[in-house]
């Protein structure tokens, strides 16, 4: 049997406490060799804590854990990472930050050995997850090996080739579902712009969107197959794509600036 690992999570707010939720479901962490640090842990963690045995709020100090995890806002980190550069010095430490370099880590926690980054989304809390991952040379096979497990305990895990590379694994994946969710809401006013209940406009709308995501996770076609199946020549569906994606190509235009600006703020967050 594989070896449970202890881990020390540093922020336990929607993308950490969607992470911790999910090793602990999937048995991947041994809780009670892990800590997780959150000053506004609230009732919902606690209760989390007692459950499953992990200490809650520990002193940092003697702390010795397979994996350190940092999901704090980028902004915070600079002042929160210092109090767990002890810890960090013998584990491997994995940041889920959006914009915050391996140099900016390396320099908020005393240069630890070993640093990767990843890149998860909040589908994570579902199990649907899907995490782009780096690591520089100074991470061995079983680090990667343990980063691996840990973020597919949450859904699927794509290695990239740069650490630039995961400022555009924010910019598709990491903020994507956020996209999704635009996009359903704008289908549901737009149903109710043509005289639907509100209610129910959100309800078909909502149900679609879910929909398509189960067919995206269950078909082994493509999403342009998919797209074409769902459109007759001279239909319903070509007439909406026609204005989607017509001669101008305006959702792909208007997707790529989105991307590209997602990406361009992860690099400025970097600076
Ligand atoms: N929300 C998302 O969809 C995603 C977020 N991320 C990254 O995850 C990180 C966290 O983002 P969210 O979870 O959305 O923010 P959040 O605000 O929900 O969570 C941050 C948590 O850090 C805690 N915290 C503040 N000071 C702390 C300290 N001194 N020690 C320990 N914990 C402390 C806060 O109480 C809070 O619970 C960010 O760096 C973000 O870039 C990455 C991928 C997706
Ligand atoms: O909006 C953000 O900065 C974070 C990173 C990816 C998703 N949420």
């Known amino acids: 049997m594989t070896k449970e690992i202890s881990v020390a999570l540093v922020g336990a707010g929607a993308m950490g406490g969607a992470l911790l939720r999910g090793w602990l479901s999937a048995g991947t962490i041994d809780p009670a060799a892990s800590a997780v640090f959150d000053p506004a842990a609230d009732a919902a963690?606690?209760?989390?804590?007692?459950?499953?045995?992990?200490?809650?709020?520990?002193?940092?100090?003697?702390?010795?854990?397979?994996?350190?995890?940092?999901?704090?806002?980028?902004?915070?980190?600079?002042?929160?990472?210092?109090?767990?550069?002890?810890?960090?010095?013998s584990a491997l430490v994995i940041s889920v930050m959006a914009g915050?370099?391996?140099?900016?880590?390396?320099?908020?926690?005393?240069?630890p050995p070993r640093v990767a980054r990843a890149m998860p989304n909040l589908p994570a809390a579902f199990g649907a997850g899907v995490t782009g991952l780096?690591?520089?040379?100074?991470?061995?096979?079983?680090?990667?090996?343990?980063?691996?497990?840990l973020m597919a305990a949450t859904g699927e895990t794509v290695w990239v080739r740069s650490e630039e590379e995961i400022d555009f694994v924010t910019a598709v994946s990491g903020s994507g579902p956020a996209y999704?969710?635009?996009?359903?809401?704008?289908?549901?006013?737009?149903?109710?712009?043509?005289?639907?209940?509100?209610?129910?406009?959100?309800?078909?709308?909502?149900a679609t969107a879910s929909g398509a995501g189960a067919m995206l996770a269950a078909d082994p076609r493509s999403p342009a197959d998919m797209r074409k199946?769902?459109?007759s020549p001279g239909g319903t569906t070509a007439a909406a794509l026609g204005v989607l994606d017509g001669d101008a190509k305006a959702l792909r235009r208007l997707m790529k600036e989105a991307a590209a600006a997602a990406a361009k703020r992860a690099a400025e967050l970097t600076e």
Do not use: C, W
């Open 134 to 149: 780096y690591a520089p040379a100074t991470v061995n096979a079983h680090g990667r090996d343990v980063i691996d497990r």
């Open 229 to 231: 199946a769902v459109t």
């Open 45 to 89: 963690l606690k209760k989390l804590a007692r459950r499953h045995d992990f200490a809650l709020n520990p002193s940092p100090e003697g702390i010795s854990v397979d994996a350190l995890v940092l999901a704090v806002k980028p902004q915070a980190a600079a002042s929160v990472l210092p109090a767990y550069a002890a810890i960090a010095r």
């Open 180 to 206: 999704f969710f635009l996009l359903t809401e704008a289908l549901a006013e737009a149903g109710a712009a043509l005289g639907l209940e509100k209610e129910a406009a959100q309800r078909l709308a909502r």
């Open 100 to 111: 915050m370099s391996l140099a900016a880590i390396g320099r908020a926690l005393g240069d």
